[in-house]
C-alpha cells in the first residue's frame, strides 16, 4: 500500500513556481553513473523549456555527462518546514541550445536575477566556456504540502 505524499500542484502553480524559484539540482547519467549539480535555471513557460548557462573548463565532467544524457533530470524545491513545501521535479532531454536562439536564452535567464548566478569558481568566470543548454520538458512531477492540508 503507497501513500502519496502532498497533493498535487496545478498547472498555473507548476509554472509559478518554476519562473519563479531560478535554482535547483540538475542530474545526468552515464554508463550506470549519476551526476547532479547545483545549477541556476530560466523556465520558459511559453517553449516548456529549462535554459541553463554552463560553464565548463578544459577538463569538465559536466561536459563529458552531457554529452552521454539521453534524459536529464530537474528538481527544484522550497522547504519551509514540514506541512508547508513545494518540489518540482522535470524530466527530458537536454540540448545544446540552437544559436539563432542564444540571444532569447540569454536574455530569459538574465530575468532569472543576479542572486541566482552564484559565482563558485576557483577562476574568473571570463576563463571558462560558456555553453548554452535547455531541457526540453517532456514529463514533470509536482506536489507540495500547505499548512492545514491534510
Do not use: H
Request: hydrophobic share 35%; proline share 3%; net charge negative.
Amino acid at each position: 500500500m503507497s501513500r502519496e505524499i502532498g497533493t498535487e500542484l496545478d498547472d498555473y502553480e507548476t509554472e509559478e513556481f518554476l519562473r519563479n524559484r531560478g535554482l535547483g539540482v540538475l542530474g545526468f547519467a552515464r554508463d550506470g553513473q549519476a551526476y547532479t549539480i547545483p545549477i541556476a535555471f530560466a523556465y520558459d513557460d511559453s517553449d516548456g523549456r529549462c535554459v541553463f548557462r554552463f560553464l565548463m573548463g578544459e577538463n569538465s565532467r559536466k561536459r563529458e555527462f552531457v554529452a552521454a544524457t539521453d534524459v536529464a533530470s530537474l528538481t527544484t524545491y522550497e522547504w519551509r518546514k514540514r506541512d508547508d513545501w513545494k518540489s518540482v521535479v522535470v524530466r527530458g532531454p537536454l540540448r545544446r541550445v540552437p544559436d539563432d536562439d542564444l540571444a532569447e536564452a540569454a536574455a530569459l535567464f538574465s530575468d532569472v536575477g543576479e542572486e541566482t548566478a552564484l559565482e563558485v569558481f576557483n577562476k574568473p568566470i571570463s576563463e571558462y566556456e560558456t555553453v548554452w543548454y535547455e531541457l526540453d520538458v517532456r514529463e514533470l512531477t509536482a506536489r507540495g504540502q500547505f499548512p492545514g492540508v491534510k
